[in-house]
């Protein structure tokens, strides 16, 4: 495994097709810590045993910034000696088993990097994905490692009251000097990245729940004194997931008690160390006056995912990092089912669909054709932190929804209980999961097809369906032809084909019906939909008895992560637009004729950049759409919402960031103008909603005010108009959630309106001491709208601010990260200042925390497609960060790859 190099050392590459089962086992672990903040002591007693399917060699243990005491082997003293950052024993017994004792110290305080045993706010916090354990104590810090946990913990009592580690609490009490103890014992082996400890002044919401199997089991939300009106929803959330997850799958919880413990200094979202989940505060925290509609969803969304990983994490993990999508990818998907499942509507179901899908291609599809573009399953790495990415997450969670829908949502249950039964306490494959689903269905297109279709494991970068129709009016038949390619990635210049689930259907262009699909030489009945299962580099299907000409709905549902080329007219869109029953493809229509007009008019003369881009027939549609009786209101707000900057800029081969700023802002101002009284209509018809609740109902409802608030303040931007500026300034006074008043606010501020600088004023005042609201008060000015280049001279105040504080993630993401990797129209500058800004917050973010640095780095990744100036200085900025001789792992992989030819 790899530490940190020195500034003349290159980094060592680590290989997938490297791997080697490990030299020992370690059986049992019993830790004892007298927590310090200065300095922690810690006294390590394993049991070992070589591995007899692997030579006799030395034991090679990690460690990263220990200070190593003392090393005993069955209570002696021994030789050892220590080899770039690993604590190497050779004199060990050939034959059974062999207890081993290392004593050491480390500094939490001192820890910046928030890896390993570090202190946040006075109390104390592990995180040890991936490779954090190393920095705690000496140990084989891989994944196929597990072991059987008993963990000690000592503290001053006063200090640190609340001592939690993984497991069952099995004895606790006081000692002497005002200290005290606790220790958990962990039924379930695991490996050592799943092991955490929490110490300090925290209070608790507890709930005592029933399982269906009878079980009883203790819940807990643990969160600083002052925070806990802020933890119902979570614990809602906690307790929803567990009727899920056994109602769903037949897994129910196997611990005593499961815990939840936030804090604010957090690399991460969460992190699902069994029993004792720990997670940002960000994914805790919420009540209607602190937490928008989207922090409430995304609280259910990452307590679902964490306790999720309970089965598919914990209790099978993973052989090597290489096969980390066996978990995330796994994860993902089940949380996406739960949150699709908790949706009372279709409707609903439909809305949660695409804006998965808008994360997959607006950040996913741009890293598959970028310079980290990677498989789901990646062959190599230098930095394993840089590899939990998109790809790995949302894509690895495309791969596993292909699979249920190749077998069937039965036939995944089933393939599940399978997998269970064959794996359960063990560290495996991403191709043992694929087997255990294709082999619970046998009959299934994916049993047949398995080989093939883990492809989409081995092959990096997004396919793209090249698709043309042929009707025959005569024969009443109608024929799409499909092409499969997919891009050069680094490493991998050819692909081979994938396996394509395509879910398809036909609309007719006069009658707007879906017409029913009947496929040529088959005597099945006809449906309005059909599953076109594509293996070859190309191919055909045929449908009879088509009695008009359709307009082909390609992809529903978004069956499978790919692009889909094909030459639809404006006509054809505006039909699916209307009448489309998939309602992924009718939202997919009004992005493709939005990113029409946008494109058009990046191609026209730059003397038109200001002119206006949507055509008459596209402002009619979209006006239909929002005064449309039945559709979702968060629907609604979707189809109106444009393409964003970077999204449109994926389109193209040349980006002039500038250039799609300025149009996609024509685009917004025209639509604003022109829809002006049906955006009047809108949120005078939804701005009323009752007592607050964060239902999917009421939070379209407010989705779709908001953004008809923004377009009408937009639109008295180019009037002059004062009444709609003065009602957002009011409505952000008067409103009791902080959904509809940060909508206010965000409208006043992204318009540029006078009334932003009291309102920005006045929210300060308001929630100066809750950290996460102030996160979105520093992001909303950092990422608001650019006119005329005011946004880094204000991003630059921000940063003096005396609330920012870069050693805090949370808020070093609410304000560096708004800015270089979520405002491009702000951030690439002609006079390449964004550029110097991004290179100075990497360096700096560097030298406290890497992990965040080399996630900031990642803004740049996309440089070679911008046109001059813009290319060259963003090149300059990389090479300077490249250039630091003592440049972290993490960002130096990242910059590499960029700059690589």
């Known amino acids: 495994m790899l530490l940190l190099r020195d500034a003349n050392t290159p980094a060592a590459v680590i290989r997938r097709e490297d791997y080697s089962a490990p030299a020992f086992w370690i059986d049992t672990v019993h830790l004892s810590f007298d927590l310090d903040a200065a300095k922690t002591r810690v006294l390590n007693k394993m049991t070992l045993r070589r591995n007899p399917d692997v030579p006799a060699q030395a034991l090679r243990l990690d460690g990263d910034e220990l200070n190593l005491a003392r090393v005993l082997v069955n209570g002696a003293g021994t030789s050892f000696k220590l080899d770039a950052g690993q604590l190497v024993l050779e004199n060990l017994p050939l034959e059974g088993s062999f207890e081993l004792?290392?004593?050491?110290?480390?500094?939490?305080?001192?820890?910046?990097?928030?890896?390993?045993?570090?202190?946040?706010?006075?109390?104390?916090?592990?995180?040890?994905?991936?490779?954090?354990?190393?920095?705690?104590?000496?140990?084989?810090?891989?994944?196929?490692?597990?072991?059987?946990?008993?963990?000690?913990?000592?503290?001053?009592?006063?200090?640190?009251?609340?001592?939690?580690?993984?497991?069952?609490?099995?004895?606790?009490?006081?000692?002497?000097?005002?200290?005290?103890?606790?220790?958990?014992?962990?039924?379930?082996?695991?490996?050592?990245?799943?092991?955490?400890?929490?110490?300090?002044?925290?209070?608790?919401?507890?709930?005592?729940?029933?399982?269906?199997?009878?079980?009883?089991?203790?819940?807990?939300?643990?969160?600083?004194?002052?925070?806990?009106?802020?933890?119902?929803?979570?614990?809602?959330?906690?307790?929803?997931?567990?009727?899920?997850?056994?109602?769903?799958?037949?897994?129910?919880?196997d611990l005593e008690r499961f815990m939840i413990v936030a804090t604010s200094d957090f690399n991460m979202g969460a992190m699902e160390n069994k029993g004792l989940n720990v997670f940002n505060t960000k994914y805790v925290l919420a009540n209607q006056a602190t937490a928008t509609d989207i922090d409430f969803a995304n609280i259910e969304s990452v307590v679902g995912h964490e306790y999720f990983h309970n089965w598919t994490g914990n209790r099978i993990t993973c052989r090597d990092w290489f096969q980390l999508s066996l978990k995330e990818g796994l994860t993902v998907f089940r949380d996406q089912e739960f949150s699709m499942d908790l949706c009372a509507e279709p409707s609903a179901r439909a809305v949660k669909r695409i804006e998965d899908v808008r994360v997959l291609r607006t950040n996913q599809f741009p890293e598959d054709a970028g310079p980290m573009a990677h498989p789901v399953r990646p062959d190599s790495y230098i930095e394993i932190n840089n590899f939990y990415t998109v790809t790995i997450y949302e894509k690895g969670a495309e791969v596993v929804r292909m699979m249920q829908t190749l077998v069937g949502r039965a036939g995944f249950a089933k393939g599940m209980t399978l997998y269970f039964a064959r794996h359960d306490g063990s560290a495996v494959t991403c191709d043992d999961f694929a087997q255990a689903i294709a082999d619970a269905n046998p009959d299934s297109a994916l049993s047949k097809l398995l080989p093939q279709f883990k492809r989409w494991y081995s092959q990096a970068g997004t396919p793209r369906l090249a698709t043309t129709t042929h009707y025959d009016a005569a024969a009443q038949t109608c024929t799409l032809s499909f092409a499969?390619?997919?891009?050069?990635?680094?490493?991998?210049?050819?692909?081979?084909?994938?396996?394509?689930?395509?879910?398809?259907?036909?609309?007719?262009?006069?009658?707007?019906?879906?017409?029913?699909?009947?496929?040529?030489?088959?005597?099945?009945?006809?449906?309005?939909?059909?599953?076109?299962?594509?293996?070859?580099?190309?191919?055909?299907?045929?449908?009879?008895?088509?009695?008009?000409?359709?307009?082909?709905?390609?992809?529903?549902?978004?069956?499978?992560?790919?692009?889909?080329?094909?030459?639809?007219?404006?006509?054809?869109?505006?039909?699916?637009?209307?009448?489309?029953?998939?309602?992924?493809?009718?939202?997919?229509?009004?992005?493709?004729?939005?990113?029409?007009?946008?494109?058009?008019?990046?191609?026209?003369?730059?003397?038109?950049?200001?002119?206006?881009?949507?055509?008459?027939?596209?402002?009619?549609?979209?006006?239909?759409?929002?005064?449309?009786?039945?559709?979702d209101a968060a629907f609604k707000e979707l189809v109106l919402t444009l393409p964003s900057e970077s999204y449109i800029a994926e389109q193209l081969d040349l980006v002039d960031p500038q250039r799609i700023h300025a149009v996609r802002e024509a685009m917004r101002e025209q639509l604003a103008s022109e829809l002006a009284a049906d955006w009047q209509w809108a949120y005078e018809a939804h701005c009323q909603n009752g007592g607050y609740r964060p239902d999917t109902l009421s939070s379209?409802?407010?989705?779709?005010?908001?953004?008809?608030?923004?377009?009408?303040?937009?639109a008295a931007r180019r009037s002059g108009d004062t009444v709609w500026p003065g009602k957002a300034y009011q409505r952000f006074k008067d409103a009791d959630n902080m959904t509809d008043r940060f909508n206010a606010l965000s409208a006043l501020v992204h318009t540029g309106h006078a009334l932003a600088t009291p309102a920005l004023a006045r929210f300060h005042s308001l929630f100066k001491a809750e950290e996460l609201v102030l996160d979105k008060w520093f992001a909303l000015q950092a990422g608001c709208t650019d006119r005329g280049g005011q946004v880094l001279p204000a991003v630059r105040q921000l940063l003096k601010h005396p609330d920012f504080n870069i050693r805090n993630p949370n808020r070093a993401r609410s304000v560096i990260f708004s800015y270089c990797s979520a405002n491009p129209g702000a951030f690439h500058r002609t006079d390449a200042a964004g550029y110097v800004f991004w290179a100075d917050q990497v360096l700096a973010l560097d030298a406290i925390n890497p992990q965040v640095a080399a996630r900031?780095?990642?803004?740049?990744?996309?440089?070679?497609?911008?046109?001059?100036?813009?290319?060259?200085?963003?090149?300059?900025?990389?090479?300077?960060?490249?250039?630091?001789?003592?440049l972290s792992n993490d960002v130096r992989e990242v910059v590499s790859r960029a700059l690589a030819d």
């Open 101 to 253: 004792e290392i004593f050491t110290t480390c500094a939490p305080a001192k820890n910046t990097k928030l890896m390993g045993l570090y202190v946040s706010n006075d109390s104390f916090f592990t995180q040890c994905e991936a490779e954090g354990f190393r920095r705690i104590t000496y140990y084989l810090d891989r994944p196929d490692v597990m072991a059987s946990f008993t963990v000690t913990l000592r503290a001053d009592k006063a200090k640190y009251p609340v001592l939690l580690s993984n497991g069952n609490l099995t004895e606790q009490g006081d000692l002497e000097d005002g200290r005290h103890f606790a220790t958990w014992v962990d039924p379930h082996r695991k490996p050592c990245y799943l092991f955490a400890l929490v110490a300090g002044q925290l209070v608790c919401r507890e709930q005592r729940i029933t399982a269906r199997n009878g079980r009883e089991h203790l819940l807990q939300v643990y969160v600083r004194p002052g925070d806990m009106d802020k933890t119902e929803h979570a614990m809602a959330s906690l307790i929803n997931s567990v009727i899920w997850d056994e109602a769903r799958f037949g897994l129910a919880l």
């Open 484 to 631: 499969q390619s997919c891009p050069a990635t680094p490493g991998q210049e050819a692909k081979e084909p994938f396996v394509i689930p395509v879910s398809l259907g036909l609309v007719g262009a006069s009658s707007g019906a879906a017409l029913p699909l009947q496929l040529q030489g088959s005597s099945a009945a006809a449906s309005d939909s059909h599953l076109f299962v594509m293996t070859q580099a190309a191919e055909s299907i045929t449908f009879e008895n088509v009695l008009e000409e359709p307009v082909p709905s390609i992809l529903r549902g978004f069956s499978a992560p790919v692009i889909v080329d094909f030459e639809y007219t404006d006509a054809q869109l505006l039909t699916l637009l209307a009448n489309d029953p998939d309602p992924f493809n009718r939202w997919e229509a009004s992005q493709r004729l939005a990113l029409r007009c946008a494109i058009a008019s990046i191609a026209a003369d730059a003397v038109t950049t200001g002119t206006e881009g949507l055509d008459d027939a596209t402002i009619a549609a979209m006006r239909s759409v929002l005064r449309h009786p039945t559709l």
């Open 700 to 714: 379209g409802r407010r989705a779709l005010a908001g953004l008809a608030l923004s377009m009408l303040c937009l």
């Open 856 to 886: 900031l780095a990642r803004a740049l990744d996309r440089w070679k497609k911008l046109v001059e100036p813009y290319r060259n200085a963003a090149c300059e900025a990389l090479k300077r960060v490249a250039a630091k001789s003592d």
